[in-house]
């Protein structure tokens, strides 16, 4: 089955600066890659996605790329603001219809004012 | 915006007793899922339920669990002997179809003692 690795486990960066957090997987026939922010009890939300037939996408001060050949994908923050401090997972599942997601080991974003 | 509700969001429970998790997932979807995730480690698959039967389940879920959509519209997990182990947040989720509109609930957060 899919296995998805996820670093770094911890980041810390200062306001305004970017953050990136970079994921591999190990199913080549992984094709959706979702990325969720998760605040301390609350459940995952999602912030963006990529499908494998575009490298990258971005949403305002979000994007994520994807490198198919690698098998890696990474989010991008830019211009931290200290609301962005959570924790973020990254996930792998290939769109066959009744998917379930497999999960990165999360990363700890803290934003220092 | 539609949402996965969850109850209860809390429970307390002897090691040994039952326990039933409750979702009410988004009306008009047709793809249902737990995930557990134990404090401070990823969010792990669970099952997933399409077609009043199980799609597929991890080895998480062995004999001890077993989920049920008694209705139209809840959505139940249900863990016949707790164990200490047990204690993690259980998020329902639910889909349109595949990953469209994939939507987690808020969670409940199960201890067993």
């Known amino acids: 089955g899919e296995n998805v690795e996820q670093h770094p486990s911890t980041l810390s960066v200062q306001e305004g600066d970017s953050a990136v957090i970079k994921c591999t997987y190990s199913?080549?026939?992984?094709?959706?890659f979702p990325w969720y922010k998760q605040e301390l009890g609350k459940r995952p939300q999602l912030i963006i996605d990529i499908r494998s037939n575009v490298g990258e996408k971005k949403d305002q001060r979000i994007a994520v790329t994807l490198n198919k050949t690698a098998k890696h994908f990474s989010l991008h923050i830019t211009e931290t603001q200290p609301e962005d401090s959570a924790v973020y997972f990254c996930?792998?599942?290939?769109?066959?219809?009744?998917?379930?997601?497999?999960f990165g080991t999360g990363t700890r974003l803290t934003i220092i004012p | 915006e539609p949402e996965v509700t969850q109850t209860p969001s809390h429970q307390v429970t002897q090691m040994g007793q039952e326990v039933i998790l409750r979702c009410v997932p988004i009306s008009n979807h047709l793809y249902f899922y737990w995930y557990r995730q134990i404090l401070g480690q990823k969010v792990e698959f669970l099952v997933s339920?399409?077609?009043?039967?199980?799609?597929?389940k991890s080895e998480i879920f062995d004999d001890q669990f077993s989920v049920e959509r008694p209705d139209g519209s809840n959505f139940t997990l249900k863990i016949r002997s707790t164990k200490l182990e047990d204690s993690a947040m259980y998020f329902c989720?639910?889909?349109?179809?595949?990953?469209?509109?994939?939507?987690f609930g808020s969670g409940t957060r199960l201890t067993v003692v």
């Open positions: 989720a639910s889909s349109r179809q595949g990953l469209y509109g994939y939507t």
């Open positions: 199913d080549s026939a992984s094709n959706y």
């Open positions: 339920f399409y077609n009043n039967e199980i799609s597929e």
């Open positions: 996930a792998a599942t290939p769109d066959f219809g009744n998917e379930k997601l497999t």
